[in-house]
């Protein structure tokens, strides 16, 4: 199975200032299907981003993804306060689905 | 809208059972490959297992660790999913949530999730 890591672990902003997420596979994944997703504190996550770099409905073009093969980040250009939040990487290319363990971004 | 929602979570003991359902609403569900996704207490996302859509086979698979404990099924007359949970562990300890499974968007839709709880 592919194996998503990705970094920081936690990342400590301000708002107004920009987050550079990464995830790294353990072996190429299929067609770019990568999907990012937000997740805050009690509630279910939230598709943000597929197909590597294409932004779901309804989700503000502050969001970008990037990346092919083993590499690929999610930038969030201008952070908003209701952005603290855990995001996760996940491939859907190949079986069985797999997530990354998560970045966490935090109010510096 | 587009909704999921389910129920059936509880307090178990371990080597009992739980099945646990997720209403569908807002879309064509017979059409809709589906998830099980959970998420144990303070941990990352879990993929549990998944179904296809009876026209593309109907067909099951699971992840590892559950792997001829649980089954996934659905009743495309009544828009609903399901997971029968067969002998539970604590590390099963998990909010369970359903999702849709799509081969483009990913998981695009998730229901809020319901809480197995696997204790003595």
């Known amino acids: 199975e592919i194996v998503l890591t990705q970094s920081p672990g936690t990342l400590s902003l301000s708002p107004g200032e920009r987050a550079t997420l990464s995830c790294r596979a353990s072996?190429?994944?299929?067609?770019?299907?990568l999907a990012w997703y937000q997740q805050k504190r009690g509630q279910a996550p939230r598709l943000l981003i597929y197909?590597?770099?294409n932004r779901a409905t309804g989700i503000p073009d502050s969001f970008s993804g990037s990346g092919s093969g083993t590499d690929f980040t999610l930038t969030i250009s201008r952070l908003e306060p209701e952005d603290f939040a855990v995001y996760y990487c996940?491939?859907?290319?190949?079986?069985?689905?797999?997530f990354g363990g998560g970045t966490r971004v935090e109010i510096k | 809208e587009v909704q999921l929602v389910e129920s059936g979570g509880g307090l178990v003991k371990p080597g009992g059972s739980l099945r646990l359902s997720c209403a569908a609403s807002?879309?064509?569900?017979?059409?809709?490959?589906m998830s099980w996704v959970r998420q144990a207490p303070g941990k990352g996302l879990e993929w549990v297992g998944r179904?296809?859509?009876?026209?593309?086979?109907?067909?099951?698979d699971y992840a590892a660790p559950v792997k001829g404990r649980f089954t996934i099924s659905r009743d495309d007359s009544k828009n609903t999913l399901y997971l029968q949970m067969n002998s539970l562990k604590t590390e099963d300890t998990a909010v369970y949530y359903c999702?849709?499974?799509?081969?483009?968007?990913?998981?695009?839709?998730w229901g809020q999730g319901t809480t197995v709880t696997v204790s003595s």
């Open positions: 999702t849709t499974d799509d081969w483009l968007l990913g998981m695009d839709v």
């Open positions: 807002g879309f064509t569900f017979s059409h809709a490959w």
């Open positions: 179904i296809k859509s009876k026209s593309d086979g109907g067909t099951t």
């Open positions: 072996q190429s994944v299929s067609s770019s299907y």
């Open positions: 197909g590597a770099s």
């Open positions: 996940q491939q859907y290319g190949s079986s069985p689905p797999t």
